[in-house]
């Protein structure tokens, strides 16, 4: 088990008087201050009144639900969760202010934080920890962590509100693209822990700890490598090398074992593995077919913007742009860019908007139907949820209509296009 760090001077000189020459001092540490967080910009404030019958209160997004249970409460109390600025190190999670902070609560509350929308890659669910941060700016864990690794919830009862969020005990870090013949320095990221006043108590984070080789936990990584490449390991480090030629299995996969007894998960000896999936760049692709003359799309770029995939490039003297309202495998047809699930290919010459190409145009003649959608559509087969993995798909049997006075000068193109584009940091 990782032992903990004592700050309490009377403490450690009596630790002190039982120790040999021979015995190397205790590393010394305190509680580290963060600094204070802060509100969120745009984040919704949810607040309800609940009194001695109990009951519920979560989050706008419902990552964080409360909990109160009959009989905790002598009187109504309004309760508000407000989404705050996470201040505490190596942690990427959603960070909440709970009210009210000095309330007198007769029994314990339970709080539950889903962390479905955390990135879990280099992460293990058994090593997700809730923390708070009091009123002088020091993180504290709780004794107790439950985790439900298929609701993909933790669970803790507490008295205390303040800031909460969610922290590695452990954590395998390092970027999750590389190029060809490149390195990514792979490291076991953890925290020092203070000991508690008492075996229930919540505990205090110290430093949050890069190079942690006397860590006796990480001191027992196996590392493993899945793929091509070269893995050389160093206790807490690594450093992967990539091949030079994209591999047929991309991304690999460093993967990092790690055995012990883990605080707070009260589930004694453990072997958890952290594994983090490194993607090989190259064997990207972006072409586009007009009329059966091929272009190279240069620049290509894509990226989400609330619920909408959008991907763009540039061909000679033109901009081409293709947007699905999702962000999922599946096949999507041209149709107006507000309808649900609906694809838009555009071929935009460069400064001037009124030449450009897109996938519908109004209809000329009366009793035409208002659009003209093109036919074919966009099948996307490959979706990537993170950084290291493709975004693949195509446009078949598509035509573009050409821009400008339609109506007048009907000139339409037939257009293909296909890529394997890879998601970086």
């Not at 997700?128 to 609701?151: F, N, S």
């Not at 998960?265 to 999936?277: A, D």
């Not at 240069?298 to 991907?311: A, H, M, N, R």
């Amino acid at each position: 088990m990782k032992k903990f760090l004592v700050f309490f001077s009377l403490i450690a000189l009596l630790a002190a008087c039982g120790k040999t020459e021979n015995q190397p001092a205790p590393p010394a540490t305190v509680p580290v201050k963060r600094p204070a967080g802060e509100p969120l910009p745009g984040g919704i404030t949810v607040s309800k009144i609940l009194g001695p019958q109990g009951g519920t209160i979560s989050s706008k997004d419902g990552v964080l639900s409360i909990e109160v249970p009959p009989g905790a409460l002598r009187s109504d109390i309004t309760f508000s969760i407000q989404p705050f600025r996470n201040t505490l190190p190596g942690s990427d999670a959603p960070s909440f202010k709970i009210l009210p902070e000095q309330a007198n609560f007769q029994k314990p509350l339970t709080l539950y934080f889903t962390y479905a929308g955390i990135d879990m890659r280099g992460r293990h669910p058994s090593l997700l920890r809730l923390a708070y941060q009091d009123a002088a700016g020091y993180y504290k864990m709780p004794a107790h962590t439950q985790i439900d690794e298929v609701a993909k919830v933790l669970k803790v009862e507490t008295m205390h509100f303040s800031i909460w969020t969610v922290f590695d005990y452990y954590r395998l870090d390092g970027a999750h693209s590389v190029a060809q013949n490149g390195q990514v320095p792979l490291v076991i990221k953890t925290y020092n822990l203070l000991a508690p006043l008492a075996p229930e108590s919540d505990i205090d984070l110290a430093e949050y700890v890069e190079d942690s080789d006397g860590d006796p936990i990480v001191s027992s990584a196996k590392w493993t490598l899945f793929g091509d490449g070269n893995l050389v390991p160093a206790v807490s480090k690594a450093v992967y090398t990539a091949p030079a030629t994209v591999p047929a299995q991309n991304p690999v996969t460093v993967s990092a074992a790690l055995t012990g007894t883990f605080y707070g998960s009260g589930n004694g000896v453990q072997k958890l593995i952290l594994v983090h999936p490194i993607g090989i760049e190259g064997g990207e692709y972006f072409e586009v077919k007009v009329d059966g003359t091929s272009h190279q799309v240069t620049q290509s770029v894509f990226k989400e913007i609330e619920g909408t995939l959008y991907i763009a490039g540039k061909i000679v003297g033109h901009d081409i742009s293709i947007r699905v309202n999702a962000t999922k495998k599946g096949n999507y047809s041209f149709r107006l860019p507000m309808q649900a699930n609906a694809a838009e290919l555009t071929l935009l010459k460069a400064n001037d908007p009124l030449e450009h190409m897109v996938t519908w145009r109004t209809g000329c003649n009366e009793g035409d139907e208002p659009f003209l959608y093109s036919p074919g559509n966009l099948s996307i087969s490959s979706y990537p949820t993170q950084a290291g993995e493709f975004l693949e798909g195509k446009v078949n049997d598509a035509i573009i209509y050409t821009g400008g006075n339609y109506c007048a000068d009907q000139q339409n193109k037939g257009i293909a296009v296909k890529f394997r584009l890879l998601k970086r940091q």
